[in-house]
């Protein structure tokens, strides 16, 4: 009898502890405080390293691999659409930047870097949009908020070329 409650004890300890008890599902205790691999995170590692040297083809190539092996990554897919828009892969740097935002539709990120992308390519429609669900997503006082909010405004001061 002593046996089988300290069994149960340990077994409700135990259950607990991975958050079964508490609704919270078998692995969210465990999950939580370090949700992506070290391989993953080396990875990311690398590809931001490069990206701080300005070594967009490294940075390409790595973001590239990684996420081939995490295809559901939206950060690592806004790192790649910015690392390609750099090294001027412009339609590529726009099919990153779009399945960032297909992962996370609130990638403030991936908003703001697109807009800027839109402006390069003359739609500020577009650019304008993004900003909009930036407001939208963070208001008119977050980083990339205010980034894309000066890009637009620099490009409306920019001269236009006449061809």
């Keep these: 009898m002593h046996s089988d409650r300290h069994f149960a004890h340990g077994l409700a300890r135990y259950l607990l502890a ?20 070290p391989v993953e995170e080396r990875s990311m590692r690398d590809a931001r390293v490069a990206l701080a040297a300005s070594q967009w ?18 950060d690592a897919f806004n790192l790649l659409g910015y690392s390609l828009r ?22 403030r990120g991936a908003h703001e870097y697109m807009g800027e992308l839109m402006l390069t390519l003359g739609r500020r429609d577009r650019a304008l949009f993004h900003l909009g669900e930036l407001e939208r ?12 909010k000066r890009a637009v405004d620099g490009a409306n001061a920019a001269p236009t070329k006449r061809w």
Excluded: F, K
């Excluded at 205790?29 to 370090?34: I, L």
């Design 86 to 107: 750099q090294s001027g892969q412009r339609t590529a740097s726009q099919t990153a930047y779009e399945r960032a935002l297909q992962i996370d539709p609130a990638h």
């Design 137 to 148: 997503l963070c208001g008119t006082s977050c980083q990339e908020y205010l980034q894309l």
């Design 57 to 74: 083809t490294q940075a390409v190539e790595l973001l590239q691999a990684h996420v081939r092996v995490y295809p559901e990554d939206a």
């Design 18 to 37: 991975l958050g079964l008890l508490a609704g919270a599902g078998p692995l969210a205790a465990v999950d939580v405080p370090n949700r992506n691999s």
